[in-house]
């Protein structure tokens, strides 16, 4: 036999052009700025240490030493998150690169999916924006609610199970034979959500049992039979794994920790979560009136670039045309937006300005409007059903805060899937343009972002993690106490009013059931008095102790809404060290007391 050299580099070439040909280019321009925002936002604590987060890491270390969750741990979540997040720590150890890691996971899964359903509904450089615009605003951008540090990991996983449930419907409805295989894998996937967080699968599940029936081209008793599969799958997938936590810590405790009613009034009093039509609509002039001005001068400085470009005497080569156009529209956009802060929106922060698509909570009534008389159907559009999941799905899920989208990083990226769809189908006559117009913004917003995670170079550090935050003196005040906790060898560390982060880098543990203690925890007298009764009987080693203000609740600081709290830590407890804390959004001091 004679070895043929070049017939088998010849066929080397082949696959090597083949499998380049099957490449999605603009998939892969994705991944390179996920891969970019992944190490930029990388252990950045944008959201404070002495918020939620706390919460997230030591409910999952607790479960790991026997705790049950909703007895010995308080959540209003769902438990799927917990337990996975619990499960991670006992493969990889008791680190803060774990979550890290898991928020990194659950960001390019969701990354992959929306940019799926972003091609199906329009092309693959417009879905190469869509994407791009949800990885900064949402996933991975400078926002308090990015998904590698969010104020919720139930939020996450339920985006990821909420994406895989809307692909598992467009599969379904877009094959020949609608194999029932995929409802029961969306109808899982709800369920899953549901068990994430709350909200979500519910939300999910309207949008999937909308998006099977509403001009799906079955018979009546099909489509009755496919609505009670997935009614029966995403019911059990959501209620046996909560049976089984029943029987454990009973029906009545589970019920209270995941809807708890009786707390309703009290976090009404709290100007975060009041909701009211004028709120909404403040909600919705405000940026909207941000994108229209600022839209119009990015257009304007695109257009005025593109002119520029077709005289004769600036011609060159293709790559550097684009390159100058581009560079000379950005320039020409900054000058424009910058101008625009000190003539029509005065009272805007230049951010605001600088990123006319960093709220489009404005859009919610649009898409009602766009759909009421368009109405998409089959067989006129093949994506009707994904369409119509998609806003009932957005709409269902922000109805919670009154369609304002609150928390907007993690309530947000369906409503933008949605308006890079409408957009895409209003303008496909000009849709160069607009796709300048977009790629412009996003590049500001992109390079802003980019600033903003850079501002974060503060380091605190643990044998248990890293992390970085803006801020000096909280950098410092956080080194002291972690330093402080492991010079006394404590082992039981109470934290409040936040910030059990701190027992998750000291590996200690806490002995209170709570986590954050807003006005509303600990909001009557015997309340109080049941949890002091619980400290005393189990009474920590050390207390850290932020005494920092709510001003959302109206309080000025905290023992104004937990006096007894206050009183129990300050008399019958000695202050050791006092850490000050005085150019972070809490000014304040960290004091750290011992038992007396």
């Known amino acids: 036999m004679v070895y043929n050299a070049k017939s088998e580099i010849s066929k080397v070439k082949k696959h090597l052009l083949k499998v380049s040909s099957q490449l999605d280019p603009w998939l892969v321009a994705v991944l390179g700025w996920f891969t970019l925002f992944a190490w930029a936002s990388w252990g950045k604590m944008l959201n404070q240490p002495i918020r939620d987060f706390g919460r997230e890491v030591e409910i999952s270390a607790r479960l790991l030493r026997g705790e049950l969750l909703y007895r010995d741990l308080q959540t209003y979540y769902g438990p799927l998150p917990y337990y996975a997040n619990a499960l991670a720590l006992f493969l990889f150890g008791h680190h803060l690169k774990v979550f890290y890691l898991v928020g990194l996971v659950l960001a390019l899964l969701t990354t992959l999916l929306f940019y799926r359903l972003a091609k199906r509904l329009t092309s693959g450089h417009w879905a190469a924006l869509c994407t791009l615009c949800m990885l900064i605003y949402c996933a991975l951008g400078a926002s308090p609610l990015n998904f590698i540090v969010p104020y919720s990991y139930g939020s996450v996983y339920a985006i990821v199970f909420c994406f895989l449930a809307l692909n598992f419907l467009d599969y379904y409805t877009s094959s020949k034979g609608k194999q029932v295989g995929w409802l029961v894998a969306a109808a899982i996937a709800c369920g899953l959500a549901g068990l994430a967080k709350q909200e979500y699968g519910v939300a999910a599940f309207g949008g999937v049992l909308v998006g099977v029936n509403l001009y799906s081209p079955q018979n009546l008793r099909t489509r009755v039979w496919r609505s ?53 609509f403040s909600a919705w002039y405000s940026p909207f009136k941000a994108f229209f001005f600022s839209s119009a001068i990015v257009l304007a400085s695109v257009i005025a670039a593109h002119l520029i470009s077709k005289l004769t005497w600036v011609k060159s080569s293709r790559w550097f045309m684009s390159l100058t156009e581009a560079s000379v529209s950005v320039g020409f956009s900054l000058l424009g937006l910058t101008g625009l802060k000190s003539s029509v929106l005065k009272y805007y922060s230049l951010e605001s300005i600088y990123q006319p698509l960093a709220d489009l909570s404005w859009s919610l009534p649009v898409f009602v409007g766009w759909f009421t008389f368009r109405q998409p159907r089959l067989p006129q559009d093949k994506n009707a059903p994904l369409l119509w999941a998609l806003l009932v799905f957005s709409l269902l899920l922000n109805a919670r805060w009154g369609f304002r989208i609150f928390a907007y990083g993690l309530y947000a990226p369906s409503v933008i899937l949605l308006f890079f769809t409408l957009l895409y189908q209003i303008v496909q006559q000009s849709g160069k343009v607009i796709g300048r117009y977009l790629l412009i913004c996003l590049l500001i917003a992109g390079g802003l972002q980019l600033h903003e995670l850079s501002q974060y170079r503060y380091e605190v550090n ?16 956080f080194q002291e106490t972690i330093s402080a906790i492991k010079k006394d060898g404590a082992s039981s560390v109470l934290v409040l009013p936040e910030s059990s982060f701190l027992n998750f880098l000291t590996a200690t543990h806490s002995p209170s059931r709570e986590f954050i203690f807003f ?48 009183r129990w830590i300050t008399q019958q407890h000695r202050l050791v060290h006092t850490f000050p804390v005085n150019d972070s959004m809490d000014q304040g001091e960290i004091r750290l007391y011992a038992r007396n």
């Open 228 to 280: 009670i599969i997935i009614i029966l799958v995403a019911g059990i997938c959501a209620f046996l794994p909560l049976t089984l936590l029943a029987t454990q810590v009973s029906w009545e405790t589970l019920y209270l920790s995941l809807f708890p009613s009786p707390k309703f009034s009290i976090l009404s009093q709290s100007t975060i979560f009041q909701n009211s039509p004028a709120k909404t």
């Open 462 to 477: 643990s044998s248990y993690g890293t992390f970085y935050t803006k801020y000096p003196s909280l950098s410092h005040a």
């Open 519 to 566: 006005p509303s925890v600990l909001s009557t007298a015997e309340e109080e008095q049941e949890f002091l009764k619980r400290m005393q009987a189990n009474a920590p080693e050390l207390i850290v102790y932020l005494p920092r203000s709510f001003s959302e609740w109206s309080y000025k600081n905290y023992a104004e809404f937990n006096p007894l709290v206050d």
